[in-house]
């Protein structure tokens, strides 16, 4: 029998939401996060901003194709048992008000700053991008 006695991890995910009028950009996404460009925490959130657009799937095609759907399940039933019934009643509004509504992952096997935001539930509400990624796989 071997026994670790060394850091043992479990790396895990956050599911998140991204409702977007118009393209996502790393511009709207800086001003919805209350940034100006000069913030010294700039480099975090362009970090953030990359990985999300890299990551951004439609969100029913994320649904159909995400592993933890089950076919009996109604794409409405899935967001609620990821979200509360607040984002999917704001899911439902940003698609009838145009809005590109998105699904992806943050994933703790990424760098510090994406191991940060996984394990951290954020809201980024604005005019033209709503952010939810309060889906917390921790």
């Known amino acids: ?9 479990n790396s895990s995910s956050t599911c998140f939401v991204v409702m977007c009028k118009g393209h996502f950009t790393l511009e709207k996404f800086i001003i919805s996060a209350g940034l100006t460009i000069d913030s010294p925490f700039i480099d975090i959130f362009e970090e953030l901003f990359n990985y999300i657009k890299n990551d951004l799937t439609p969100i029913h095609d994320f649904i159909k194709n995400d592993k933890w759907y089950k076919p009996h399940t109604t794409e409405k039933d899935f967001i609620k048992s990821n979200f509360s019934e607040r984002t999917y009643k704001k899911i439902v509004e940003a698609e009838k008000n145009g809005y590109d509504v998105y699904m992806g992952r943050l994933s703790s096997d990424e760098n510090e700053i994406i191991t940060f935001f996984c394990t951290t539930s954020f809201v980024i509400d604005s005019n033209n991008i709503i952010i939810d ?4 796989g921790w």
Do not use: L, Q, R
């Not at 029998?1 to 991890?9: A, G, R």
């Not at 990624?133 to 917390?136: G, I, K, L, P, Y």
């Open 1 to 9: 029998m071997k026994i670790k006695i060394d850091f043992v991890t």
């Open 133 to 136: 990624a309060t889906n917390d």
